[in-house]
Antibody, heavy 119, light 105 residues
Framework: EVQLLESGGGLVEPGGSLRLSCAASGFTFSGYGMAWVRQAPGKGLEWVSVMSGSGGSTYYADSVKGRFTISRDNSKNTLYLQMNSLRAEDTAVYYC????????????WGQGILVTVSP | EIVLTQSPDTLSVSPGERATLSCRASQSVSSNLAWYQQKAGQAPRLLISDASNRATGIPARFSGSGSGTDFTLTISSLEPEDFAVYYCQQRYSSWTFGQGTKVEI
């Protein structure tokens, strides 16, 4: 059974940093691209970042480019999102999601973790 | 950036009725379109990939159609558990989601 478990969320002040983790199990982690998708309170879904299975390719939404860094440790089956220079508009539930394959949709999602950016 | 526009924003239907949701892309995405269902307080769930292929375990009452710029998700006979928000998403060029359609009673 595929499981994705996010951790590391919480309250942080504007300008601060936070690192999210996503522990994966139930599939060959290195064989799949992984993503972070967020959802601001009461709003829709927004993709944040995607990393290929090997870690060789990374993609970022313009809204986070230069501030967020996605990474993965395939030996630990874990995906990360380092978030720096956080802004109020980064407040959201952050979901870890698995790609079904290259250029495929997200077939499994974690339960989400809340990040709140506030003084 | 490819923009996906869903309509309507809210669809009010009764259990047992048919629901038809629309997703329009600002440029062609071929058949590279997926649909997700999200219930309150839960993560999204993949329903449809490649515009018309049901994901594993998705009931047959859910069907998708379309290609290019115009897509439709149809729920043939609404069950109580189908009342949720539905999102379309393209993976033809980068990743974008539609703004969502809420299906309510």
């Amino acid at each position: 059974e595929v499981q994705l478990l996010e951790s590391g969320g919480g309250l942080v002040e504007p300008g601060g940093s936070l690192r999210l983790s996503c522990a994966a199990s139930g599939f060959t982690f290195s064989g799949y691209g992984m993503a972070w998708v967020r959802q601001a309170p009461g709003k829709g879904l927004e993709w944040v970042s995607v990393m290929s299975g090997s870690g060789g390719s990374t993609y970022y939404a313009d809204s986070v480019k230069g501030r967020f860094t996605i990474s993965r440790d395939n030996s630990k089956n874990t995906l990360y999102l380092q978030m720096n220079s956080l802004r109020a508009e980064d407040t959201a539930v952050y979901y870890c999601a698995k790609e079904a394959g290259h250029s495929r949709p997200f077939d499994y999602w974690g339960q989400g973790i809340l990040v709140t950016v506030s003084p | 950036e490819i923009v996906l526009t869903q309509s309507p924003d809210t669809l009010s239907v009764s259990p047992g009725e048919r629901a038809t949701l629309s997703c329009r892309a600002s440029q062609s995405v071929s058949s590279n379109l997926a649909w997700y269902q999200q219930k309150a307080g839960q993560a999204p769930r993949l329903l449809i990939s490649d515009a018309s292929n049901r994901a594993t375990g998705i009931p047959a009452r859910f069907s998708g159609s379309g290609s290019g710029t115009d897509f439709t998700l149809t729920i043939s006979s609404l069950e109580p558990e189908d009342f949720a928000v539905y999102y379309c998403q393209q993976r033809y060029s980068s990743w974008t989601f539609g703004q969502g359609t809420k299906v309510e009673i």
